[in-house]
């Protein structure tokens, strides 16, 4: 049955989440998830801003055929409908462990943060913007990360949980990005979003026994438009061959590969219980994805991070426990808190320096970016 009001349904974002806001009575509040929400820490999903105006003087000429024909994809909206429930949703909160239920609400709404997180930039930069291109893209990414938050949202709902967008949108703290970081950070994060949601969903056709909650059988056409928000970043980037050519940009790109690399890291290993349900081993989780990310991320960046060398998996480890010690610290407080957390702090940050001085693997970039989602 068709239901024009639900988020899976609208065509750009202000829809859906007027479609979710409507589905939240009065009665449903949920300090707790918006709480966890507002959260700003190194490991939580930010939200950002940027310089709109240089962003909208972006001239996509140089690879208008490849525009042109990602951007008729997108209208042309395949998943128009998709990101709703249907008689395959056969959710049992009440069948799960209370441990892992913790985790994986967890997981959920650090998931729907990082979709808002993405809406709300796309969202922003159409409304500020006036270069038609631009604003095309902006708006079809923004109409694809609301229904993704929206339809996080519908599975939380049932556990009597939901975060509340409209009330994030407003009160989390913004942090700012030039433009080209933004480019670096969002093409990243968009095709290791592509790399986690389809591994776990290939994982699961493996082993559909351990497909604890339906949301994992619409993995599939979910990292499919997050692999083509990645083509549209890994297009902005080639319009501008300095933004992956020029010394400083490669130090800044080696930065921002490390980082979420090693973010991704410390926070899966956070959540051993979620994993353990799915049956997937967190550590061999976190290297397949590196590796299908740097496979693709091939298509702009000229190097990838050897994430075979022997200083790579212990310091990972080692940022990970400098991250619990930091949040011990933090919850402890007082002097001996203080310590505790500096201390934390600087292992991360040797931790860190050692993963980043690893020597990268140079090659060739095609002149062409594009690709198909391939795993
Ligand atoms: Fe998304
Ligand atoms: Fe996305």
Redesign the pocket.
């Known amino acids: 049955m068709n239901n024009p009001k639900h988020s899976a349904f609208a065509d750009t974002a202000e829809e859906a989440i007027a479609a979710q806001d409507a589905l939240d009575g009065p009665e449903m509040t949920s300090e707790m998830a918006t709480e966890v929400a507002m959260q700003n820490t190194l490991l939580t999903p930010r939200f950002y801003t940027t310089d709109f105006a240089e962003m909208d003087a972006i001239d996509v000429t140089p690879v208008r055929k490849d525009w042109d024909a990602l951007i008729a994809r997108m209208k042309a909206d395949p998943n128009k409908g998709h990101f709703r429930k249907n008689d395959e949703w056969q959710a049992n909160w009440e069948g799960m462990e209370p441990a892992l239920k913790a985790e994986f609400i967890d997981f959920l709404i650090s998931s729907c943060t990082a ?1 808002f997180s ?1 809406c709300v930039l796309y969202k922003e930069m159409k409304r500020r913007g006036s270069n038609t291109d631009i604003t095309t893209l902006f708006q079809l ?1 923004a109409r ?2 609301a229904r ?1 938050a929206g339809f996080i949202n519908d599975a939380l709902r049932e556990a009597g949980i939901r975060v509340n967008l409209g009330f994030l949108t407003q009160q989390k703290k913004y942090t700012y990005f030039r433009p080209k970081f933004i480019y670096y950070a969002t093409y990243l ?2 095709k290791i ?1 592509y790399a986690r949601y389809i591994t776990i969903f290939r994982h699961l056709e493996k082993h559909p026994d351990k497909r604890f909650h339906p949301i994992f059988l619409w993995f599939r056409e979910w990292c499919n ?2 692999f083509s ?2 083509e549209a970043f890994a297009l902005l980037l080639k319009t501008d061959p300095a933004l992956t050519t020029s010394r400083m940009n490669k130090i800044w790109i080696k930065f921002f590969l490390t980082a979420v690399y090693s973010t991704m890291w410390v926070r899966d290993h956070q959540r051993p219980l979620f994993h353990e349900a799915l049956g997937v081993d967190v550590t061999w989780y976190g290297q397949e994805v590196f590796r299908k990310t740097s496979e693709i991320s091939k298509q702009v960046f000229p190097f990838t991070l050897d994430i075979d060398h022997p200083r790579w998996r212990p310091n990972l480890d080692r940022m990970e426990r400098a991250s619990v010690q930091v949040a011990k610290g933090k919850a402890r407080g007082g002097f001996g808190g203080t310590v505790q957390r500096l201390g934390g702090m600087a292992r991360a940050a040797a931790a860190f320096a050692a993963i980043y001085t690893i020597p990268a693997i140079h090659h060739t970039v095609p002149d062409s970016p594009v690709m198909e989602p391939a795993y």
């Open positions: 979709e993405g990414m694809d990360e993704h994060s968009e979003g438009d997050e928000h990645g």
